[in-house]
């Protein structure tokens, strides 16, 4: 058992017993997880009965953004401060081993738990949807219109404070059963990326060049492919 984990009570809700090692308890780690997301499922319960929905999302500090139409019953729930728990997982390979029960998946996920409160002063709200599109593809939020004040009315905007987090990260090769090493069966890893593909400009526009986000997006493209 590692420090981090030692020093958790047994009914931490964020303690990690399974794989232990595999755990990730300092906001470094969870932070890096979440910045290289955008869906998150945001899961939570109103009188007895569970909901789970996958929202767009973007981290401020210590809070997560979320948003959604202010007549949505369940983002009203949740600006309520009903307690939440959200989840974001990253698929890195897929992991083949020469058992079936050995076949696994490269990941890295985030599990947050907190409450939201809802953003109801117009300027924090027009600022937290700023950052929620700059946490799409940096510098966007600059090159784009924003919200009105029409908008803004029309949009609920929250923010969930990150009360305790963990991490967990499985890396690295086939953990298989030595007794299988002399099977003819081929085993290793097939990583994964996530690439984007061509833009593709809306029909009518007077200036068809590629902003600067949009350009930077493609080189940090070409520069993991």
């Known amino acids: 058992m590692d420090a981090e984990t030692q020093a958790l009570p047994r009914d ?31 899961a939570f319960s109103v009188a007895g009965q569970p909901f789970v929905i996958p929202m767009l999302y973007a981290r401020d500090g210590e809070t997560i953004v979320l948003h959604g139409s202010i007549a949505s019953r369940l983002m009203g729930e949740l600006a309520d401060g009903v307690p939440a728990c959200l989840g974001v997982t990253h698929l890195d390979g897929l992991v083949l081993a020469r058992s079936h029960f050995d076949h696994s998946v490269n990941y890295r996920s985030v599990v947050v738990f907190g409450r939201a409160r809802a953003v109801g002063d117009a300027d ?19 090159e784009s219109r924003a919200a009105d004040r029409n908008e803004l009315a029309a949009t609920q905007v929250l923010r969930l404070v990150i009360e305790d987090a963990s991490a967990k ?57």
């Open 12 to 42: 931490a809700r964020h303690r990690v017993d399974r794989t232990r090692a595999r755990a990730r308890y300092d906001r470094a780690s969870v932070h890096a997880i979440l910045d290289a997301g955008m869906i998150a499922h945001v």
């Open 124 to 142: 924090e709200k027009a600022a937290a949807l700023s950052r929620f599109v700059d946490a799409l593809i940096p510098g966007r939020a600059a």
């Open 169 to 225: 990260i499985r890396s690295g090769g086939v953990k298989g059963n030595p007794a299988d090493l002399a099977l003819p069966h081929w085993a290793g890893v097939v990583p994964m990326r996530t690439h984007y593909a061509a833009p593709q400009p809306e029909a009518g526009l007077a200036d068809a060049s590629l902003p600067p986000s949009v350009r930077g997006l493609l080189a940090a493209n070409e520069a993991i492919a």
